[in-house]
């Protein structure tokens, strides 16, 4: 799909130094974050979960520069979000500091391995954790309804 839509001339266009990508209309990733957004700001998800996968799969980013990117737009827009719902009163302070704390610990490894594993290792890992993810999912709503 990214070929494809790096046929798509649509101006303005941008260059990706980094990700070897000569040419890509500034409309398509446009899109693309605006629809994680909405998912963001609905659900709580987006970052990682659903960037990492457009960047690679629809944008056409090589795997650690898609990890790199990601993480830096998650920042960035999980900042706006953070505040947003602090002010909202929608934050357990004391919960995020220890989500943090065990946080930092698991990027400094999960850092550490990234650079080791391979682009491929890594996109098998994520599709695990995706799975996963969707059974859990799927197994509630079936011991909700059932159960």
Do not use: C
């Not at 303005?12 to 446009?30: K, N, Q």
């Not at 629809?58 to 706006?80: C, D, N």
């Not at 602090?86 to 550490?112: D, P, R, T, Y």
């Amino acid at each position: 799909m990214s070929r494809w839509l790096r046929t798509i001339r649509l101006r303005p266009t941008l260059f990706f130094p980094r990700s070897g990508i000569a040419s890509y209309s500034i409309w398509i990733p446009v899109v693309l974050a605006v629809f994680v957004g909405i998912l963001t700001g609905l659900m709580g998800v987006g970052g990682g979960f659903i960037n990492f996968p457009l960047l690679i799969y629809v944008i056409g980013v090589p795997t650690h520069i898609a990890v790199g990117t990601s993480v830096f737009q998650v920042l960035l827009a999980s900042g706006y979000g953070a505040t947003r719902h602090l002010l909202l009163g929608n934050v357990e302070i004391i919960l995020v500091v220890i989500l943090f704390v065990g946080s930092f610990v698991g990027v400094q490894l999960g850092v550490k391995v990234s650079q080791v594993l391979g682009g491929r290792s890594i996109r098998r890992y994520f599709a695990l954790v995706v799975a996963q993810g969707v059974a859990l999912v799927i197994w509630d709503l079936i011991r909700q309804t059932f159960f």
